[in-house]
Structures are given as C-alpha cells and as structure tokens.
C-alpha cells in the first residue's frame, strides 16, 4: 500500500464534491515494477510514499507526476524496487 499526502498535509483528499474520497483507479503489477493511477484534484500536488517494512521509515516514492494540472484528475506513478526488496508498502 501507498500512502499519498496532499498539498495541504491534512491526509485527507479533498475534491470539489466532498461526497468522492481517495481512491486508487488501477494498479498493475506486469512484472517486478507496479504501476498504479488514482484520483487527483487539478492543482493541488501530491506525494505516494512507501515503506519496505511494516514498522520501517516512509519515504517519497519517484516515478510520476506529483501535480494534477488542470484539467488533470488522474495521477500515475510507477515504483521499481530495487533487486533484493521482496515487497513494499
């Protein structure tokens, strides 16, 4: 799992309608590399973060665009992991 945090740090998504809420659009795992898409709101920047371990530190994960432009209201990010890393969070 990803954790994403917006511009304004809240941990929430916050998009016009109140009513729709973070959601991962698809994921793909074609093979050692996941590729995964979500919702955004135009203009606000966002970052997809990942841990190694359960309990480990979080970091910023590279690989896609962190800006929704607008008219954009999907993001997509690829994460590679390194040979040896047997999984992410």
């Known amino acids: 799992m990803v954790a994403l945090r917006d511009s304004l740090a809240n941990g929430t998504f916050d998009l016009l309608d109140p009513a729709r809420g973070f959601k991962i659009l698809s994921a ?3 093979d050692t590399t996941c590729v995964f898409s979500y919702a955004a ?13 359960l309990g480990g530190i979080w970091s910023n994960l590279d690989g896609g665009s962190n800006l929704a432009v607008p008219p954009q209201i999907r993001l997509n990010f690829t994460d590679a992991p390194p040979a040896g890393i047997p999984q992410r969070f």
Not at 41 to 53: D, L
């Open 28 to 30: 793909s795992l074609p």
């Open 41 to 53: 709101m135009p203009g606000r920047t966002y970052q997809a973060q990942f841990v190694n371990r």
